[in-house]
T-cell receptor, first 113, second 115 residues
Framework: GENVEQHPSTLSVQEGDSAVIKCTYS??????FPWYKQELGKGPQLIID?????GEKKDQRIAVTLNKTAKHFSLHITETQPEDSAVYFC????????????FGKGTMLLVSP | GAGVSQSPSNKVTEKGKDVELRCDPI?????LYWYRQSLGQGLEFLIY????????KSGLPSDRFSAERTGGSVSTLTIQRTQQEDSAVYLC?????????????FGEGSWLTVV
């Protein structure tokens, strides 16, 4: 089945810096790659996603890039703010032909003021 | 409702007891998922329901785990004879339909502690 690896497991940055989280996946049939943000005590919330027919997608300070040949995708957060501090999960979907996601183990991002 | 609703939000149970966790998906969503999140781990797929189709149970870790979805809406995850390793956050999610790429919305989770 699908396997998603995520790095780093923790990331500390200063406010205003950029943060990059990287994921690799194993199943070349995967075609949908969402990113979720999870704050303490809450469920994961979708922040951005990308489909396999697109190489890059941007939404304000957040961007995601996808390299299907290398089977990796990355989350980029620019001008980080303390409220960006959370656990971020990448995921991949597609093998089953429906929406079930395989998740990475998460990255704890800490943005210091 | 406005979002995926789960109950209870917290549950402490004794080893060997059975527990039931409830999920009420977003109105109109035909697909429903259960995931498990252990401390410091990612989300582990458990089971998936789509309309009246047979559920995909491939992620259930043992036969002590079962789930049902009544009337295509509310779902209940049951864990029988709970063990300490069952302690985790159980997350329910739903999406509009089953097609790949449909946004999956998560509830706040049910925190289960087995003592």
């Amino acid at each position: 089945g699908e396997n998603v690896e995520q790095h780093p497991s923790t990331l500390s940055v200063q406010e205003g810096d950029s943060a990059v989280i990287k994921c690799t996946y194993s199943d070349s049939a995967s075609n949908y790659f969402p990113w979720y943000k999870q704050e303490l005590g809450k469920g994961p919330q979708l922040i951005i996603d990308i489909r396999s027919n697109v190489g890059e997608k941007k939404d304000q300070r957040i961007a995601v890039t996808l390299n299907k040949t290398a089977k990796h995708f990355s989350l980029h957060i620019t001008e980080t703010q303390p409220e960006d501090s959370a656990v971020y999960f990448c995921a991949a979907s597609g093998r089953r032909g429906y929406s079930t996601l395989t998740f990475g183990k998460g990255t704890m991002l800490l943005v210091s003021p | 409702g406005a979002g995926v609703s789960q109950s209870p939000s917290n549950k402490v149970t004794e080893k060997g007891k059975d527990v039931e966790l409830r999920c009420d998906p977003i109105s109109g969503h035909t697909a429903l998922y259960w995931y498990r999140q252990s401390l410091g781990q990612g989300l582990e797929f458990l089971i998936y329901f789509q309309g009246n189709s047979a559920p995909d149970k491939s992620g259930l870790p043992s036969d002590r785990f079962s789930a049902e979805r009544t009337g295509g809406s509310v779902s209940t995850l049951t864990i029988q004879r709970t063990q300490q390793e069952d302690s985790a956050v159980y997350l329910c999610a739903s999406s509009l339909s089953a097609g790949t790429g449909n946004t999956i919305y998560f509830g706040e989770g049910s925190w289960l502690t087995v003592v």
